[in-house]
């Protein structure tokens, strides 16, 4: 299955490395999403893009920081992360449609490791 | 109170077996409900939508009882493969993008 992909699948990094997580979904839909994923946790949502503006932003500290180029790529570009940060992110896209909230489809996750 | 409860389990069954998982949420004007199942160390993957009138994909069947606020999971025949964790999901009333995730329920079905 690759309707949405995430690169890389697997990250270690410093806690004074910048690093960038990429997702490409190839299912013309027109919303993508941010998540994390921690141990023993619910999904929370980041950020939430749709046609290519950010219209959901949850509380997310400024460490993480999203951009969205086009409908189909996602980025996440860490910096000065800490160690509670590792968890697994997910990305995930949708196409919603007036008034209903569509099922969202995830990519692989890349697992990240702050040391 | 959390806005979508489920218990963890672990729910560990034959194979074969008849397994109920319930989830409650809560919030009354939700509008859009999902099963998702997420394998270890893998990404959550739509198992099933959930409709007012309940619906059924094989061996599996879901329902929605909005008076009390909950939705089921059916699985009949465990088999195998259907070793996972169960995600609730529900719409969030914030926003037409937000869905709510459980913390899921862990399912082993063994031979």
């Known amino acids: 299955e690759t309707g949405v992909t995430q690169t890389p699948r697997h990250l270690v990094m410093g806690m004074t490395n910048k690093k960038s997580l990429k997702c490409e979904q190839h299912l013309g839909h027109n919303a993508m999403y941010w998540y994390k994923q921690s141990a023993k946790k619910p999904l929370e949502l980041m950020f939430v893009?749709?046609?290519?503006?950010?219209?959901e932003n949850n509380s997310v500290p400024s460490r993480f920081s999203p951009e969205c180029p086009n409908s189909s790529h996602l980025f996440l570009h860490l910096h000065t992360l800490q160690p509670e940060d590792s968890a697994l992110y997910l990305c995930?896209?949708?196409?919603?449609?007036?008034?209903?909230?569509?099922?969202?489809?995830f990519g692989p996750g890349t697992r990240l490791t702050v040391l | 109170r959390k806005e979508v409860e489920q218990d963890p389990g672990p729910f560990n069954v034959p194979e074969g077996a008849t397994v109920a998982f319930n989830c409650t949420y809560s919030n009354s004007a939700s509008q859009s409900f999902f099963w998702y199942r997420q394998d270890c160390r893998k990404e959550p993957k739509l198992l099933m939508s959930v409709y007012s009138s309940g619906n059924e994909d094989g061996r599996f069947t879901a329902q929605l009882n909005r008076a009390s606020q909950y939705i089921s999971l059916l699985i009949r025949d465990s088999k195998l493969s259907d070793s996972a964790t169960y995600l609730c999901?529900?719409?969030?009333?914030?926003?037409?993008?937000?869905?709510?995730f459980g913390s899921g329920t862990r399912l082993l079905v063994r031979p």
């Open positions: 999901v529900v719409n969030s009333q914030d926003s037409s993008y937000k869905l709510i």
């Open positions: 995930a896209s949708s196409h919603p449609t007036s008034g209903r909230t569509d099922t969202q489809y």
């Open positions: 893009y749709s046609l290519e503006e950010r219209v």
